[in-house]
Structures are given as structure tokens and as C-alpha cells.
Nanobody, 125 residues
Framework: QVLMVESGGGLVQAGASLRLSCVAS????????AAWFRQVPGKGREFVAG????????DYAEAAKGRFSISRDNAKNTVYLQMNNLRADDTAVYYC??????????????????WGQGTQVTVSS
């Protein structure tokens, strides 16, 4: 059983940066891809970025390309999301999760588990 605990969110102005962290419980973190998703009220959870188990392969949603960077430190059971040049439409609750199967990250919530409580990111314009 794995549970992810997200942190690092906050209230910032447009153009600012934030670094989100997600710590995973359990010893299997390093064996699986991980991803960040986000959700706003009334909408489904959407993919933001994913990273392979070794950190070599990454994938980004179009809205995140060029501004966000995902990375992981398997020694610390932690995955990060560096967010630069934040915009008002980045406002959401951000979640991380672990992929159910070994392989590259996917963009579908059904492929992930271990969802935490999320961390709120609010960007004022």
C-alpha cells in the first residue's frame, strides 16, 4: 500500500514560482512511474506531468510544457514539480500518484493510485 503526501502549495502572484513535493510511503516507490495531476472545482482531475521510475523519461501536458519541470529523488521517495511563470489558470489542487504498473508514465487517472490530500495552488492575477 502506498500513500502520497503532497506539500509546497500556496498563494502567489502571476509570474511567480513554486516547488511542490510529494513523499511516498512504502518501499516500492522507485519501481514505478509517478505523476502530478490537478483539479479545479467542478472539473475532473487532469494530467500535468509524469516521470518514469528512473527519472529519465518525462511527459508534460501542453499547458505545462516550458514552464513546469518534474523530477524525482528515489533515495528520498519524493517526486517534485517545479512550476515557473505561474498563471491564474494554474490555480488548482495538485495531486501526485504512483503508476499501477511498471513502465512509462501515462496521462490517465485510472492508471494511478495512492492519491494524497493534495496541495492547493492559488495564483492571483
Amino acid at each position: 500500500q502506498v500513500l502520497m503526501v503532497e506539500s509546497g502549495g500556496g498563494l502567489v502572484q502571476a509570474g511567480a514560482s513554486l516547488r511542490l513535493s510529494c513523499v511516498a510511503s512504502g518501499p516500492i516507490f522507485a519501481n514505478f512511474a509517478a505523476a502530478w495531476f490537478r483539479q479545479v472545482p467542478g472539473k475532473g482531475r487532469e494530467f500535468v506531468a509524469g516521470v518514469s521510475r528512473d527519472g529519465v523519461n518525462t511527459d508534460y501536458a501542453e499547458a505545462a510544457k516550458g514552464r513546469f519541470s518534474i523530477s524525482r529523488d528515489n533515495a528520498k521517495n519524493t517526486v517534485y514539480l517545479q512550476m515557473n511563470n505561474l498563471r491564474a489558470d494554474d490555480t488548482a489542487v495538485y495531486y501526485c500518484a504512483l503508476h499501477r504498473r511498471q513502465g512509462l508514465p501515462s496521462r490517465y487517472t485510472v492508471d494511478y493510485y495512492g492519491w494524497g490530500q493534495g496541495t492547493q495552488v492559488t495564483v492571483s492575477s
